[in-house]
């Protein structure tokens, strides 16, 4: 069965820290992870596309990276800042049965002063 | 700016009533718009897929006489959530995939928070 789990469900930092979100997957046969930001009430926006060649993407303060072999995949926040308070959604795309993505369940950050 | 555009962005409506929701790809012709509901602290689960021109692929357990999608044109689509009950309280997102950007990627509306009283 195709799952994202994400860790760790919630999460609390102080701001200016940086954290690290965790996406492990069981998607196959893999397309591409994408890695989106929800705040509270609005619609996901997306942060990074990556492929399974790609093993680093940057995108301003967010980096995430993939590793294809363990399917696992992590998204960094440096400096992290109040704005950045938000759901962040791991989603795994696969070619089988029609290009479908699999959304993981979330990791609730809070960043606070 | 956004590129996909719901609307509207809350409604409240009275139970048996029907509320349609529409979600509008701006600058870029969407040939597939999919459709989601979220509950609170939960992912967003996929209900439907809509093609334009043809009839929308619903999920195992999306009941298609509850939530009817019309995809007439290239830049919009619509979910009527018909009858509605206080169950069918939650956040409805669309979202498009088109060739803006990068080919295929995915982009989400802002979402439609229904209430059913």
């Known amino acids: 069965k195709n799952q994202v789990e994400q860790s760790p469900q919630s999460l609390i930092i102080l701001e200016g820290k940086n954290c690290t979100l965790q996406?492990?997957?069981?998607?196959?046969?893999?397309?591409?992870l994408r890695w989106y930001k929800q705040d509270t009430g609005r619609g996901p926006v997306s942060l990074t596309i990556?492929?399974?060649?790609?093993n680093t993407k940057s995108n301003g303060r967010y980096t995430a990276t993939l590793d294809a072999d363990t399917k696992q995949s992590s998204l960094h926040i440096t400096a992290s800042q109040l704005s950045d308070s938000a759901s962040y959604i791991c989603?795994?795309?696969?070619?089988?049965?029609?290009?479908?993505?699999?959304f993981g369940t979330g990791t609730q950050l809070k960043v606070e002063l | 700016g956004a590129v996909v555009s719901q609307h509207p962005s809350r409604v409240i409506c009275k139970s048996g009533t029907s509320v349609k929701i529409e979600c509008r790809s701006l600058d870029f012709q969407a040939t597939t718009m999919f459709w989601y509901r979220q509950f609170p602290k939960q992912s967003l689960m996929l209900m439907a897929t809509?093609?334009?021109?043809?009839?929308?692929?619903?999920e195992q357990g999306v009941e298609k006489d509850k939530f009817l999608i019309n995809h007439a044109s290239l830049t919009l689509s619509t979910l009527t959530v018909t009858s509605a009950h206080p169950e069918d309280s939650s956040f409805y997102i669309c979202?498009?995939?088109?060739?803006?950007?990068?080919?295929?990627?995915?982009?989400f509306g802002e979402g439609s928070r229904l209430t059913v009283l």
């Open positions: 990556m492929t399974f060649s790609e």
């Open positions: 979202s498009a995939r088109g060739y803006r950007g990068h080919p295929g990627e995915l982009f």
């Open positions: 989603v795994v795309r696969y070619t089988g049965g029609g290009n479908k993505l699999t």
């Open positions: 809509s093609n334009e021109g043809s009839k929308a692929t619903y």
């Open positions: 996406c492990n997957y069981t998607v196959s046969p893999f397309s591409n």
